[in-house]
């Protein structure tokens, strides 16, 4: 017993290497814990420093499997059986480094993922594929690995697993300038009614003559009106569903430019449930992209078009539904839901907003018809039916968009 | 046993005669918090018996429980203590012609009984033993807000600028709670004890209706069990809990039911699901007859 706290300081010293939030104080806590229980009661030596050591619930997880592994205890009957085939593999290949970055990564969860997938993820958009990536560097953890990620990942959020979704730099400067002329050139038909207006052409008279009450009658300041120039306001729907895999970076990486241009502007991702997201696109601290931590059921999952786009409606939409809102939609139409809901969706959609563009990835395969049930239910109510791929493509896109009134 | 003898035993024994079904990994963690003098995080979805494990522990151990519940927009002076100012003002106004100097005055408006104690200080000024602190659904509060209470748990101690500082005389027991909605901060985390609370398996489930409800038939209890494992499997916008639960079988029993069948479960729906859609997602299971071949 003399050696325990050497063994719990290198198991300590361990366990922080791997991410976990340990100080000296855990450390000390841990001994003086320690002395209160019977220590040959190997549950509630377990128990004690799970519950010292963890400080969140992905790190109990992975604090299981280091436990075990390192005061080479056998494991609990309950035990998760790809946790022992981690450790099994743990063994054979001693110390591995892509495991143990890996595991530091789900046991740190949101709290660093913005960071962590800034600097190390280059070009991975989403855990899914960083997985996918990952099992394809390291052939025999393939299996296990991936289990192990998604069961951590799933139990993160409740049932739901919590993912993220990055906003790719690359081709990120003319994809902004693209923004900036896309909100330009949208064209928006003046009120004719004059204003106060700076820029204005016409004199005020009457404001002029009051304001000249200031100068002792002296007319010194012209008060000018005008048309103001009425701007659209932007509705974003990205559908997230995993068919979209190839397009959803791209389409979000447009929302994140305009976010930046205009804050007329409110993002929603989808895949079976809808989420808004403006929030965490416009929280790119410390200069980096903003990365969004979405769940399964708004990203990586089927899709219910319908159903989504109708709670878009039933909730926001006496908010954000007016007149000057042009409302985009990407996604590829596959719908695995109730397709009334669509129609239902669409239709207050085109009645209550000015304009419906529906970006469709598929449209770029030559022979695509839009014969899939969803979209030949939507397309009735929309407006421009395209596809928009490059900053080029969104520039383009502008010219199309008319304001109805 | 050392582990027994320090009184683990014994919080058992009372969680039980209360009702409330625990498992070792929260016992050890009400031990810890004990020993250790820390407070504790307990996460864990809505509706586990989060909040029960504080006010169990307070009657455990026979000592005051004091219950701070977080908001959007909670600040320091609702959580800490607050200058009456009415009183003060009407104080003012009653003594303005008794001739007493400024410096009087102001000693005795800014006196005790002007203060009131919001429950951060409460439970410093516990005089007889250790109160149970309760800081519920941290993750509700601002960041702000989550800065200001490190500062108050580190020391134990908080500066009145004309009272003094005040400084615990017994050290409360904390237990905070969080849904997980918001991220809370690694320094809170670490200064913390962590537990995670989940849906009780099936047969914690079963002890635990029958625990709360002495009456319930052993039958009904397994079937509800059963039935809830399998709604929360469900791809719910709000999945219910053991409060849900628990709720769901009260009513059964008032309604004189021995055993679940469509009706009883139609009429009773509402007991547990919360959400429309939920509704129809659990309905349509009922209908087709999944739910209810057990």
């Given at each position: 017993m003399?050696?325990l706290?050497?063994?719990v300081?290198?198991?300590?010293?361990?366990?922080?290497q791997?991410?976990?939030?340990i100080?000296?104080k855990e450390e000390?806590d841990?001994?003086?814990?320690?002395?209160?229980?019977?220590?040959?009661?190997q549950e509630q030596?377990?128990?004690?420093?799970k519950t010292?050591l963890?400080?969140?619930?992905?790190?109990?997880?992975?604090?299981?499997?280091?436990?075990?592994q390192?005061?080479?205890l056998?494991?609990e009957r309950?035990d998760?059986?790809f946790?022992?085939?981690?450790?099994?593999e743990g063994?054979?290949?001693?110390q591995?480094?892509v495991?143990a970055?890996?595991?530091?990564?789900t046991?740190?969860g949101q709290?660093?993922?913005?960071?962590a997938r800034?600097?190390?993820g280059k070009?991975?958009e989403?855990p899914g594929e960083?997985?996918?990536?990952?099992?394809?560097?390291?052939?025999?953890?393939?299996?296990?690995?991936g289990?192990?990620?998604?069961?951590?990942a799933?139990?993160?959020?409740?049932?739901?697993?919590?993912?993220?979704?990055?906003i790719?730099?690359?081709?990120?400067?003319?994809?902004?300038?693209?923004?900036k002329v896309?909100i330009k050139?949208?064209?928006?038909?003046?009120?004719?009614?004059?204003?106060?207006?700076?820029?204005g052409?016409?004199?005020?008279?009457?404001?002029?003559?009051?304001?000249?009450?200031?100068t002792?009658?002296?007319?010194?300041?012209?008060?000018?009106?005008?048309?103001?120039?009425?701007?659209?306001?932007?509705?974003?729907?990205c559908?997230?569903?995993?068919?979209m895999?190839?397009?959803?970076?791209k389409?979000?990486?447009?929302?994140?430019?305009?976010?930046?241009?205009?804050?007329?502007?409110?993002?929603?991702?989808?895949?079976?449930?809808?989420?808004?997201?403006?929030?965490?696109?416009?929280?790119?601290?410390?200069?980096?992209?903003?990365?969004?931590?979405?769940?399964?059921s708004?990203?990586?999952?089927?899709?219910?078009?319908?159903?989504?786009?109708?709670?878009f409606?039933?909730?926001?939409?006496?908010?954000?539904?007016?007149?000057d809102?042009?409302?985009?939609?990407?996604?590829d139409g596959?719908?695995?839901?109730?397709?009334?809901?669509?129609?239902?969706?669409?239709?207050?959609?085109?009645r209550?907003s000015?304009?419906?563009?529906?970006?469709?990835?598929?449209?770029?395969?030559?022979?695509y018809?839009?014969?899939?049930?969803?979209m030949?239910?939507?397309l009735?109510y929309?407006?421009?039916?395209?596809?928009a791929q490059?900053p080029?493509?969104?520039?383009?896109l502008?010219?199309?968009i008319?304001?109805?009134? | 046993m050392?582990?027994?003898?320090?009184?683990m035993t014994?919080?058992?024994?009372?969680?039980?005669?209360?009702?409330?079904?625990t498992d070792?990994?929260?016992?050890t963690?009400?031990?810890?918090v004990?020993?250790l003098?820390?407070?504790?995080?307990?996460e864990?979805?809505a509706?586990?018996?989060?909040?029960?494990?504080?006010?169990?522990?307070a009657?455990?151990?026979?000592t005051?429980f004091?219950?701070?519940?977080?908001?959007?927009?909670?600040?320091?002076?609702n959580?800490l203590?607050e200058?009456?100012?009415?009183?003060q003002i009407?104080?003012?106004?009653?003594t303005e012609?008794?001739?007493s100097?400024?410096s009087e005055k102001?000693?005795?408006?800014?006196?005790?009984?002007?203060l009131?104690s919001?429950?951060l200080l409460?439970a410093?000024?516990?005089?007889?033993?250790?109160?149970?602190?309760?800081i519920?659904?941290?993750?509700?509060a601002?960041?702000?807000?989550?800065?200001?209470?490190l500062?108050a748990?580190?020391?134990?101690q908080?500066?009145?600028?004309?009272?003094?500082?005040?400084?615990?005389?017994?050290?409360p027991y904390?237990?905070?709670?969080?849904?997980?909605?918001?991220e809370l901060?690694?320094?809170l985390?670490?200064?913390?004890?962590?537990?995670?609370?989940?849906?009780?398996?099936?047969?914690?489930?079963?002890?635990?209706?029958?625990a709360?409800l002495p009456?319930?038939?052993?039958?009904l209890?397994?079937?509800?069990a059963?039935?809830?494992?399998?709604?929360?499997s469900?791809?719910?916008?709000k999945?219910?809990?053991?409060?849900e639960s628990?709720?769901?079988?009260?009513a059964?029993i008032?309604?004189?039911q021995?055993?679940l069948?469509?009706?009883?479960?139609?009429?009773t729906l509402?007991?547990?699901i919360?959400?429309?859609e939920?509704?129809?997602t659990v309905?349509?299971?009922?209908?087709e007859?999944?739910?209810?071949?057990?």
């Amino acid at each position: 017993m003399s050696h325990l706290p050497e063994y719990v300081v290198a198991f300590c010293r361990c366990l922080r290497q791997n991410g976990f939030l340990i100080g000296f104080k855990e450390e000390e806590d841990t001994l003086v814990a320690l002395q209160s229980i019977d220590m040959s009661n190997q549950e509630q030596f377990h128990l004690v420093l799970k519950t010292i050591l963890c400080s969140s619930k992905e790190e109990q997880a992975v604090f299981d499997q280091w436990f075990y592994q390192f005061f080479k205890l056998e494991q609990e009957r309950e035990d998760p059986a790809f946790l022992k085939d981690l450790r099994k593999e743990g063994k054979q290949a001693g110390q591995h480094p892509v495991k143990a970055d890996q595991e530091r990564q789900t046991a740190r969860g949101q709290r660093e993922k913005a960071a962590a997938r800034q600097g190390g993820g280059k070009g991975r958009e989403s855990p899914g594929e960083e997985a996918a990536a990952l099992a394809a560097e390291k052939e025999p953890v393939k299996d296990s690995l991936g289990k192990a990620l998604n069961w951590l990942a799933a139990r993160a959020g409740g049932n739901q697993a919590q993912l993220t979704a990055p906003i790719s730099p690359s081709q990120l400067e003319s994809m902004e300038a693209s923004a900036k002329v896309f909100i330009k050139n949208i064209e928006i038909k003046q009120s004719r009614r004059l204003s106060i207006n700076k820029k204005g052409t016409v004199l005020h008279g009457r404001r002029t003559m009051r304001r000249s009450l200031q100068t002792g009658g002296l007319p010194i300041k012209r008060v000018l009106t005008g048309r103001t120039k009425e701007k659209a306001s932007f509705v974003l729907l990205c559908d997230g569903s995993r068919s979209m895999e190839a397009y959803r970076g791209k389409f979000l990486q447009f929302a994140y430019a305009l976010a930046k241009h205009t804050r007329r502007v409110e993002v929603f991702t989808f895949s079976t449930r809808l989420r808004k997201v403006t929030e965490q696109i416009g929280e790119g601290r410390d200069g980096k992209l903003p990365t969004l931590i979405v769940q399964g059921s708004e990203w990586g999952g089927g899709t219910r078009i319908g159903e989504s786009l109708s709670s878009f409606v039933d909730q926001y939409g006496p908010r954000l539904l007016r007149r000057d809102t042009v409302v985009m939609i990407a996604s590829d139409g596959l719908d695995t839901g109730d397709i009334s809901h669509l129609q239902w969706a669409m239709s207050e959609l085109k009645r209550r907003s000015s304009a419906v563009v529906w970006l469709n990835p598929l449209l770029s395969m030559p022979d695509y018809k839009p014969e899939a049930q969803g979209m030949k239910k939507a397309l009735p109510y929309i407006d421009i039916f395209t596809e928009a791929q490059s900053p080029e493509a969104f520039r383009q896109l502008a010219k199309q968009i008319s304001i109805r009134r | 046993m050392r582990f027994i003898n320090t009184g683990m035993t014994s919080i058992e024994e009372v969680f039980r005669q209360n009702g409330y079904i625990t498992d070792r990994p929260i016992v050890t963690a009400l031990h810890l918090v004990r020993t250790l003098q820390k407070p504790l995080l307990i996460e864990g979805p809505a509706g586990v018996g989060k909040t029960e494990i504080a006010k169990v522990l307070a009657q455990s151990l026979n000592t005051r429980f004091i219950r701070l519940q977080c908001y959007e927009g909670l600040d320091a002076a609702n959580a800490l203590y607050e200058w009456n100012y009415a009183k003060q003002i009407l104080h003012i106004q009653m003594t303005e012609n008794s001739g007493s100097s400024l410096s009087e005055k102001e000693a005795s408006i800014f006196s005790e009984p002007f203060l009131l104690s919001r429950p951060l200080l409460q439970a410093l000024r516990e005089e007889d033993a250790s109160p149970v602190l309760l800081i519920d659904e941290v993750d509700r509060a601002d960041e702000e807000f989550e800065a200001f209470l490190l500062e108050a748990l580190a020391e134990y101690q908080i500066t009145i600028p004309e009272l003094g500082t005040i400084k615990a005389k017994h050290r409360p027991y904390v237990i905070l709670t969080s849904n997980r909605t918001r991220e809370l901060s690694d320094a809170l985390r670490r200064r913390c004890l962590y537990q995670w609370v989940d849906y009780p398996d099936f047969e914690k489930e079963t002890a635990i209706l029958q625990a709360r409800l002495p009456g319930i038939d052993k039958q009904l209890a397994d079937q509800i069990a059963r039935l809830m494992k399998e709604v929360r499997s469900m791809p719910l916008s709000k999945v219910p809990g053991v409060a849900e639960s628990i709720d769901w079988a009260e009513a059964l029993i008032h309604m004189h039911q021995k055993e679940l069948n469509k009706e009883a479960i139609y009429e009773t729906l509402g007991c547990f699901i919360k959400d429309k859609e939920d509704w129809e997602t659990v309905s349509r299971e009922i209908e087709e007859g999944t739910l209810l071949n057990l």
